[in-house]
């Protein structure tokens, strides 16, 4: 499905295998990473994730969505561009669902968001105490209490599209290239069913996250596998990956830049840890 899929259980075995990736397509930059909190999610948008209703197809009620969005964004945010396709990419970046799929240039960005959004499952101990013959002497149990122990319930994976070979460069598109409509066929898209695009109005979370998008060929495309190397954190080293990663500075305040990071992180550091991951 995917090129390959490599496994890791540390940071150092993490940036191991981007290197050896990057090796590989000869090239020490032009690679793009996602992070996903869930190994089993394809690469699919939140668009096309998008559940059926009965209030229309899913074209009609994105076009829809994206019309009031773009008419009132205004007195919300005041945008440079005026391209539907930067507009576009700040509904994205806002949550409502769109055809464009998040990516950075950075591995650590992408490492650090596949992680930063799981949650640890505290169960009874005396009654799970079997699940602990899963972690090794270098594993971390995020949540240990007296009774209670805290799982992560799957693995996390962050994807890789590295160069063609021979450093062949995937197609990327300025913003005024693109279809006046944003919802219609993206020709550049065609050959690989994909294209990358950083928007024009760059806010600084982008900047700070290193971001850009790839767009399918069609609205409901997803991002062909076949394109992308797997990196997988298994579940049980998800809480050492994480403290190697904060450790060297990659939390909320790197990857947000703003107040709300900063705090995040010293709730994080400050006020319980993991145990303010819990699920239930």
């Known amino acids: 499905m995917y090129k390959t899929t490599i496994v890791v ?17 000869s090239t020490v930059h032009g690679a793009v990473y996602r992070g996903q909190g869930n190994a ?17 197809d899913l074209i009609s009620r ?10 009132e964004r205004h007195a919300y ?37 596949a992680l930063d959004g799981l949650r640890y499952k505290r169960i009874p101990l005396i009654e799970n105490a079997s699940l602990i013959a899963g972690y090794n002497e270098n594993d ?17 994976a962050v994807y890789v599209v590295t160069p063609r070979g021979q450093g062949g460069e995937h197609i990327w598109v300025e913003t005024k290239a ?4 944003v919802f219609s066929s993206v020709p550049e898209a065609r050959e690989d069913g994909f294209c990358f695009y950083t928007p024009n109005y760059m806010n600084e979370r982008l900047r700070s996250q290193s971001g850009l998008f790839s ?18 954190i298994r579940k049980q080293s998800v809480a050492t ?32 840890g993991f145990a303010t991951r819990n699920s239930n």
């Open 40 to 56: 089993s999610w394809g690469l699919t948008t939140s668009l096309a994730r998008s559940p059926k209703t009965r209030s229309g």
């Open 62 to 71: 994105a076009t829809k969505a994206f019309r009031k969005f773009n008419a």
């Open 9 to 25: 259980s540390s940071l150092t075995e993490y940036i191991d295998a981007v290197k050896k990736l990057n090796k590989e397509s």
């Open 215 to 232: 767009i399918g060929y069609e609205v409901e495309d997803s991002f062909p596998a076949s394109e992308a190397h797997q990196i997988i």
């Open 140 to 156: 971390t149990i995020p949540v240990d209490t007296d009774d209670r122990l805290g799982i992560v319930e799957n693995d996390a």
């Open 178 to 181: 693109l279809p006046e409509d």
């Open 241 to 272: 990956v994480f403290s190697e990663l904060l450790l060297m500075n990659v939390g909320s305040k790197l990857v947000y830049g703003d107040l709300e990071g900063l705090c995040k992180d010293l709730t994080f550091t400050n006020f319980g």
């Open 77 to 113: 945010h005041q945008l440079s561009s005026h391209n539907d396709w930067d507009a576009l990419a700040l509904a994205q970046h806002y949550g409502m669902p769109t055809r464009l799929l998040d990516w950075s240039l950075s591995p650590l960005v992408a490492l650090f968001f």
